[in-house]
């Protein structure tokens, strides 16, 4: 199975609360970076995502943490051998209501998306955001604001000073 | 028109035709102006027996060099 279909169809399962996050929104904004799995931002309980995903035969566990600075649950999973993981929307930075339809995937709005990165905050996360500033330079402002807010703002101008990553993205 | 294929997935002139409630012929040159453009791709296809031209727009094209990449790595991992 293609990882866009899985997406698809996991999308489907959580329907109308999930969004696409992660390498695949990514993708469908212009980053081009392998990824390996499937991200969804749900405002869904972990129990009720479990039962969907039960119901349509998939397993899936749900890891819960209290330690300051990390998601308070998450449920994971594997769906026809990809693996994939349902985070807390409103913990991940993203807003139910703000997402685009492209290519028929229901996907996070890109200020929504920059956000979801400034939270994870590590380098691959920097590194896409950095690619959505070089082609699209409007996003910018916003995208070193809110990687100041979230204490990241020096790992971004990093990778925004990448000549690589120049070079590939600036047209 | 353009936002109807940014948002659906692949799908014929003939389906985008209806969606759109527009005649097949209007659809079809408008397709091909959008494609001059490279706005969104063409790709001839076989459904149901027939050929058909299958039009993707610029995120549909993204998606499929993800899975490219993915089908790629799964392939390198089962060779290891």
């Known amino acids: 199975m ?10 489907a399962l959580l329907d109308p609360e999930g969004v696409l996050i992660g390498g695949i929104c990514g993708a469908v904004y212009g980053v081009e970076r392998f990824t390996r799995g499937v991200d969804i931002a749900a405002d869904l ?6 039962q969907r995903l039960q119901h349509a035969g998939i ?9 300051p600075g ?38 996070a709005d890109i200020r929504d998306f ?20 070089l082609m699209q330079p409007e996003l910018e402002a916003f995208s ?27 047209s | 028109m353009l936002a109807q294929i940014e948002k659906s997935p692949p799908l014929s002139i003939y389906q985008l035709a209806n969606q759109c409630g527009r005649n097949y012929r209007r659809v079809f040159d408008h397709v091909k102006e959008l494609a001059a453009a490279g706005l969104v791709n063409v790709r001839p296809d ?8 299958i039009v993707e727009s610029i995120y549909q094209q993204r998606l499929q060099r993800l899975d490219d990449m993915f089908a790629f790595k799964v392939k390198l991992d089962a060779a290891q």
Not at chain 1, 118 to 133: E, S, T
């Open chain 1, 2 to 11: 293609q990882l866009s279909e899985a997406a698809a169809r996991l999308l």
């Open chain 1, 45 to 50: 309980d972990p129990e009720v995502i479990m």
């Open chain 1, 59 to 67: 397993d899936s566990n749900v890891r819960r943490s209290s330690e």
């Open chain 1, 70 to 107: 990390d998601l308070s649950w998450g449920v994971h999973g594997q769906f026809e051998n990809i693996d994939f993981q349902v985070l807390p929307a409103s913990e991940t930075g993203i807003s139910s209501g703000m997402f685009e339809i492209r290519a028929g995937l229901r996907v």
């Open chain 1, 114 to 133: 920059i956000t979801s990165k400034c939270i994870a905050a590590g380098q691959q996360d920097m590194h896409d955001i950095a690619a959505i500033c």
């Open chain 1, 144 to 170: 070193r604001d809110c990687a100041a807010h979230y204490r990241c703002l020096a790992t971004l101008e990093s990778w925004l000073d990448d000549r690589r990553l120049q070079q590939r993205y600036l």
């Open chain 2, 46 to 53: 076989i459904r149901n027996g027939r050929q058909v031209s």
